[in-house]
């Protein structure tokens, strides 16, 4: 099978890659480094059992002539590149909506025009400020005003949603869509306001740990390799297209817990820093309060169980920072 992966070298991309790589697949990345890094997947191109079988790209997916040249070559595609982390989407509104909407756009219709399956990764995100718990793919969508700019992302995500549907009625394109909830793991940095690496780093240099609002705002947290389960079982599926599927985890905790948890287990003295939205962010910065996903659709149609829970996704991570900071 010969795979193009847009987004590959970033953290999720980089460990799908691995993945599709030990099954014995040709994978074709495709990456602007913008908030990835070839460090994600230089042990990959360093592995002589992947020699000959691992192409990179550095390059936009925004680039035409190079993106129909991939599309054509490859067998499959999984869609991962986009803008990423909260800090990211605030600091490059205009970049983020770009690379969303008119990336997959460009995506949907090459792999439509070649006929070729694809699984775009949508995001939480699309559930706004929704306070109830399970989030079902049913539910309503985003709420929240023009004025808090966190939410382009989400309507850029649900563009992308609705141009996927709307390939698949028009045009039979075979696309699925995950909506990925918070995931961690190994490789993933905090630079772009992900919690849990930045908890970590922050516990491990002893500093304190960044929590903000009050803390109580609450989320369940996959590891990355049970995600990159959750998607390649959706494209080896075969009644998965034309679908929305919650990706994520079921253990519910709040960020105060969280921290704490994290000071436990690295045996830190840091202390917990109660840090208001408005100094961590602009005065104009939305949080979800709350964000559990319902799984049950995706565990009927392909059984997925995450495997890993928070505790042993928290050593994980705290063994990655270790080894990379020495
Ligand atoms: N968060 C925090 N301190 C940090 C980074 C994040 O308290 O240094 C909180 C953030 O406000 C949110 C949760 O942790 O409530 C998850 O944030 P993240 O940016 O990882 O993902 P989100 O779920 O917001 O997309």
Redesign the pocket.
Known sequence: MRVLITGGAGFIGSHLAEACLERGDEVYIIDDLSTGSLDNIRALQNDDRFKNRLFVHIDTILNHNMMLELTGICDIVFHMAAAV???YILDNPLKSIKINVEGTEKVLSLCAKFRKKVLIASS??VYGKHLHAPLVETDNIIYGPTSKFRWSYAASKLMDEFTALAYYRNRGLQVMIARLF?TVGPRQT?AY????P??VDQALKNKP?????D?T?T?TFTYVKDVVRALTGLMDANDTAGEVFNVGGTEEIT?LDL?RKIIRETGSASACEL?P?EK?FAADFE??QR?VPSIDKIRKAIGFEPKTGLDAILRHVINYHMSVTG
Do not use: H, K, P
């Not at 740990?209 to 609002?213: D, K, Q, R």
């Open positions: 982390g909260v800090r939480s995100e918070n905090g306001g992900m919690v849990i930045r908890f740990l960044t929590v903000y609002g803390g705002q989320r960020i921290a840090i939205y961590a949080d979800m964000r």
